[in-house]
């Protein structure tokens, strides 16, 4: 019964940038109807400033109100949790959103069809809320609203058959792993009769004090949980998808998928593996979460060393960065700085692929092209993007002054504190075997050299791309320590319990 | 323990369930098969009945029984090879292998943990009020709810986007136009 009724101000404020995307989403939808045709080319820079905005608030109100606890979700039934954890992704999800717009004004895919936003934002919405989500159902039904929309993307260039290959093959797998994902979550919900993550935590503990079938019990549901997670995030062996979605889907969409939508899964892995599962489960999840991580790195290096495609490279070293950022989970066994690196690793990794997918969009522009063969003289064709192309490829690589170093860092860092010193070590090893592809774009760039050197021309709206993200990445090189401090502090927030 | 008319019925639906699993996987005529499935959904329709689930099994039939099946029926018959018998996919050996041994494993885990476990206290007679107020109840699933119908806006504009064969082709490609 509707007894009591909730202050406003309580159920509205923790979904407030969801709110705000929702009336974008009326905006953009009724700018596509009843504005004449020739202004709907505008519809980019709208939704772009429109994310933009969203974020600026939702930070501003964020730091406001972060850590009280009559704001943090509890007029909600705890179903969303508001925490400096979630501020954060909820951020580098509406900034990647934002630059994701801006972007996709150069691309012939996209031709600025209205669609193309009513999907952006509707995933965004879906990742803001699962990066907040505190209950089994919200999970589920926020992580579907970003697939589906993640699937429409990248199918979305309908006269290309790499785009309908690679829409097709990201819904078919993601279609199967999200069964599997809910069953994962149907026992969950099963062994406890709980869905809230804070009462999921003491009722699986009691789970595991009678005996090692309880523990089965759990090691089975957290498979099926790590399979549907596993597939968003691009881990081996879910990660079949990634390269081909990476090559045929419309550049501003890959950009998306790979910056957002792994952000948004990592930050709902890290929730739920810091609140939902006891720590008599730690030694099961940790050192299987390790061994995965290894995998991932090295078959996701190795299989980027050969690639001749750009798109493709970065898909598979997408995989190899989704291996780094797991380590972060690992260590989350024995420290909340786990939590901090990956949240530090996913900021640093969205501004630094978008920065990449930028340079990308504005060759493939110019010149239809995304063989990595065709960079060749772009430090004289076009200065700027050679540029921004170096500080992305160094931070990828994790090589300083650029962001990656950090990123690296605290992830490797993390995981000596939490006793996986020998996970480290494979992942500086993989960091120098990976330095190999991204040290060639960078010396295709600037040795290679190309029959016609015409200048390109880079529109000012992607212009304000390459800005924001490379002096992003320096910015989060040099001055790494704010940053970092915010990352901890929101990590301490992650498993403080509501009254 | 002594048999009632329940279980029975019971035997019925789960056979229903099964039987109509089984014939979804192993007819290789594809009409077939999506009768079969209709079986196996109304089968679980029967058994949320048991488990006192009056609403679930409504929506069950409503949506899984009526709409989706007529849904996949149409599919198939748009399908090029409706009636013809396709050869059984490689590596069959291999996937039933692979099915078995999840069932087995799941199998087990169903059995142990829920094996023991007293059923819940009754079901109470307004069950289906409390699931509605608890759907637009902010403290219970409003937002949920809400987000699943814009999970289906989405969807819906997608799919039109994605399906439909006339696009409008009324915006030329993109240049040249940014002196606006």
Known sequence: MLTESVPLMQAVVPVLPEMGLLLLLILVLMHGVFSPKESRRTVCVITGVGFFTLMVIHLSVGFNFVGDPDFSGSGLGDIVRVDAFAVMFRAMILLAAALTCLMSGESRAINRRVEFYVALIVAALGMCLMVAANDLILVYVALETASVSLYIMAGFQRDSKLSSEAGLKYYLFGAVTSAILLYGLSLIFGFTGETNFSRLGPALSALTANGSEGVFALVVALLLVLVGLGFKVAVVPFHFWTPDVYEGSPTPSVAFISTASKAASFGLLVRFFSIVWPAEMIPYWAGLLAALAAITMTLGNMLALVQKNIKRMLGYSSIAQAGYALIGVVALSDTELGAAAVAFYMAMYVLTNLAAFAVISAVEWNTGSVQIADYAGLSRRSFPLAIVMVVAMLSLGGVPPAAGFFGKFFLFSAAVDAGYTWLAIIGVVNAIIALFYYLTVIKVMFVGKAEDESRYTIRPRLAVVLWVTGVGILLMGTLASPWWRWAVEASQQLTVMLP | ?180
């Open chain 2, 1 to 180: 323990m002594s048999l009632t008319p329940l279980h029975a019925i019971f035997a019925l639906m789960s056979l229903f369930t099964v039987g109509g699993a089984v014939g979804v996987v192993l007819n290789r005529n594809l009409i077939y098969a999506a009768m079969y499935l209709v079986l196996s959904l109304f089968g679980i329709a029967g058994l949320f009945i048991l488990l006192e689930a009056p609403f679930l099994a409504a929506v069950q039939i409503l949506v899984y029984v009526g709409a989706i099946s007529v849904l996949i029926t149409i599919t198939v018959m748009v399908t090029r090879c409706v009636f013809c018998k396709e050869p059984p996919p490689r590596q069959l050996t291999l996937v039933a292998v692979m099915a078995a041994l999840v069932m087995v494993t799941l199998g087990f885990v169903i059995m142990t943990r829920f094996g023991g476990l007293t059923p819940a206290a009754d079901v109470p007679a307004d069950s289906i009020e409390q699931l509605g107020v608890a759907f637009v109840n902010p403290q219970a699933y409003l937002v949920p709810f809400e987000v699943a119908s814009i999970l289906l806006l989405g969807a819906l504009i997608g799919a039109i986007f994605i399906a439909r064969d006339d696009l409008p082709r009324d915006e030329e490609a993109v240049g040249g136009d940014d002196h606006a």
